[in-house]
C-alpha cells in the first residue's frame, strides 16, 4: 500500500506560481508511474500530470507549457511545479500511483484575485 503526504498549496493571484510536494517513507523513485491528480467539488479526479520510471512525462492538455513533473531521489520528493496559474486551477491536488486506490488528504490550491 502507497502511503503519500502532499503539501505546498495556498492561495495565489492568477499568473502567479506554486511549487506543491510529495513525500512518502518509502523510496519515491520506487513508484512508478507516479502522478498527480486534482478535484473539484462536484467532479472527478482527473489526471494532471504523469512520470514513469524511465522520467518521461505526460500532461493533461489544460496544464501542458505551465506545469512541470519531477522527482528528486536526494530528497525523496515529487513536484509539481505550477507556473502561470489560471482560475480553473482553483482544486483540492493529490500524488498517487494510477494503480493505488488509497488517496492521502491532498491539498488545497486556490487561484483567485
Known amino acids: 500500500q502507497v502511503q503519500l503526504v502532499e503539501s505546498g498549496g495556498g492561495l495565489v493571484q492568477p499568473g502567479g506560481s506554486l511549487r506543491l510536494s510529495c513525500t512518502t517513507s518509502?523510496?519515491?523513485?520506487?513508484?512508478?508511474?507516479l502522478g498527480w491528480y486534482r478535484q473539484v467539488p462536484g467532479k472527478g479526479r482527473d489526471l494532471v500530470a504523469q512520470?514513469?520510471?524511465?522520467?518521461?512525462?505526460i500532461y493533461a492538455d489544460s496544464v501542458k507549457g505551465r506545469f512541470t513533473i519531477s522527482r528528486s531521489g536526494a530528497k525523496n520528493t515529487l513536484y509539481l511545479q505550477m507556473n502561470s496559474l489560471k482560475t480553473e486551477d482553483t482544486a483540492d491536488y493529490y500524488c498517487?500511483?494510477?494503480?493505488?486506490?488509497?488517496w492521502g488528504q491532498g491539498t488545497q490550491v486556490t487561484v483567485s484575485s
Open positions: 512520470i514513469t520510471a524511465s522520467g518521461q512525462t
Open positions: 498517487n500511483a494510477p494503480w493505488s486506490q488509497h
Open positions: 518509502q523510496n519515491i523513485l520506487a513508484i512508478n508511474p
